[in-house]
């Protein structure tokens, strides 16, 4: 038995000492040629079977079965010193084939594809006189699965076969063997036994198990045989074959069996010894069942295991109309609505370890989700063909989230052999799409993740031709739960419901602050979900969001997937809770100088903070630290989030006592949330644990504003908030101003 793997360079000659012309190989220049096949090849010019495994068992440091280091020292699995017997890798190898071979057979009769090279006709176990044997492989395969299913019944004879052998049959010892006499009592030295006629079906078991053992011996792999049979030598099976008398030997007592189990044994081993003795015979013949692409393969497995009936999907989803075919698509939950499904659209890459995902590959999978999309928002779109599914909210104009992946097969090569089914998420990989940025429910917003899935268990499941519906939905279920806490890892999201105005007015007036970034479940009436992104370079603007809206909104928590008639937990925003910088990058600057009117607004608003010093020692704790903070929260002198908070350029910071004494410094645009035992870090005296501060960062002191009293414009800020309150504002509270009223 050989072992190559499919892509590996080898030396030229150690192909062609094992392949013939009928394998087309891939030269290399160096010397070194290819084999861009995976499957099976029968040699009869050295009588022995090869296997191509796929390069899936190449790992990504080179090792064959990521242990050994050069894959042309395990070619010839026969010899003892061969690496592969160290660990029984040996008996591994020819279970990873069998699978493997099962798996191309399997294809080669779901597909007819012409990417598969078969000169083997495959059946089931044919009666004597008719055409077309199986392959060595088969055979091999239906013997030792007729020993696991027939087991009992080899049990059962034995135990009839040894039930009163080496019995003294008496009778039959007094009438034929003379005693010796010795004081007058008789002696008998022989006995004649109680053995029975030739049992036949002993005869047949010990043919079975000796040609299974004879087989073990040649491919590498264990058997367990019934206690009570004899089983002949290696060398006198291989007697029985190069003399032709297996084939003699088993037409001689073919009309001793009449039982349907025993007869399709002896089918079964006339069937091989046919095959063998034309092999050893030296006439021409040979068998191949090889796969030139078998990239082919996996994803017909995946569509099996993953994807919905092609029978029950518009044509034009996965044969698409820009020439695209879509590997795997099928209909789950939405991400949002679980009363309303959504297209997932996966594709499977047949890869080694190293091998990455090219930028076509990415491109072509968002070209996918695209159209796909496209085709359920299509006014002309059969009605029936979109039934239950929904990807445009009209209120908001927001579409819905396109769950798009890749997956790939991974072997265990702790465990080569391991069948269970494991899918894990590539943690290193994720790629999007986007055309507007911080805005989830935009068209053009689209993701990718990718996956690793047990190679054997998608192979095992695909030779047993599992069509488990709880399989299938499982594994569905398993790729929506995962999408949903990668959407959830890169965006915030909240329930919005309208305060004074009805949900549609509301949505009216804020729309272009609000585009793409909320979308309307299907089963609310009165509320939104909005998504903001965390990243950083997003938090100025989702705080200055957050500030306008709040006036037309409750806040309430959200978990994505969630019933969002059920999200009425009213929080403050939650980028407040982390302990990070709030900024605008420079680029975005520019980004929304040149394209966002609403940043220029912003500009135009900008503020002073009036703000007070306690002390001296509370000035040089702020001018050292170059830091001024103001409270968050619900309690005395706490600021809200408005605009004016958020934009606040210049701060005058004034003495408590004195209002006459004050300093204009002028502020960054980079703010903090911070909690008490950061102040306490930086020496700040509180003792308030629990509590937030909102921080402001002193960039340098200005005379930019002329200011010659601060009194006049404090006093009349004083008799605005008493005039709308009916209450004194507490002394120390922060005030802001906008630039214009100064």
Sequence with gaps: MKLYFEEYPYPLDLLQENLDEEVNLSLLNNGKAKIPYV??????????TVFVLPKVFISENGKA?????????????????????????????????????????????RQQNTTIISDVQLQNVRPIGEKDSKTIIEIILALREFNKKHRNLFTYISLVKSSGNNKVHWNKTISKVRPIIKDGSPYYMEFQNKNKVINFDEELICLFYSVLNYLSLTYHFKFQQVSGFTILKSSKIKSLIESGKGTRLLKKIRRNYFTDELVELWNLLYVFFERAELVASGKSYHEKLLVSNFNRVFEDMIDQLLSDDRKDLPKELYDQEDGKLVDHIYKDKSLIDEEKDIYFIGDSKYYKETTDYGKNSIYKQFTYAKNVIQYNINVFSNKDDVKNLRYRDTLTEGYNITPNFFIRGKMDFENPKNHEMEIHKNSDFERHNEHFFNRLFDRDTLFLQSYDI??????????????????????????????????????EFSMLEPKNLTLREAVDKNFRKLNGKIYKPCDTNELLILALDKNKKFQFENLSLISQIEDDFYIYDYRLGTNPNEAKTNIQYKYFEMDDEISVAAEDEVRYEKSESRYKKYKEEESVLFGIYKDEQ????????????????????????TSQVINAKYLILYCL??????????????????????????????????????????????????????????NKKYEEFEKSTGKKMDKGTPIYVYINEI
């Design 39 to 48: 499957g099976y090849y029968f040699n009869a010019k050295i009588n022995d």
């Design 657 to 714: 006592d004195n209002e006459t004494n004050y300093k204009i410094f002028k502020l960054t645009n980079k703010h903090h949330i911070w909690d008490t035992n950061k102040m306490k870090e930086l020496s700040y005296p509180t003792n308030n644990d629990g509590n937030q501060y909102y921080i402001y960062n002193i960039l340098e002191e200005t005379t930019e504003l002329e200011i010659t009293d601060i009194s006049t414009i404090l």
């Design 618 to 641: 509370h000035l040089e704790w702020i001018l050292n630290n170059k830091k001024y903070n103001v409270r968050l929260g619900n309690r005395a002198g706490a600021v809200k989030r």
């Design 454 to 491: 047990n190679f054997m268990y998608v192979v095992t499941s695909y030779v047993n031709n599992s069509n488990d519906v709880g399989v299938k939905k499982s594994l569905q279920s398993l790729f929506r739960k995962n999408f949903i806490s990668f959407v959830e890892s890169r965006f």
């Design 65 to 109: 079965f990521d242990r050994y280091e050069n894959p042309e020292e395990i070619i010839d699995i026969s010899p003892e010193d061969n690496p592969l017997k160290k660990n029984s890798d040996d008996e591994v190898v020819f279970d990873l084939s069998m699978w493997l071979y099962q798996a191309i057979h399997h294809y080669y009769e």
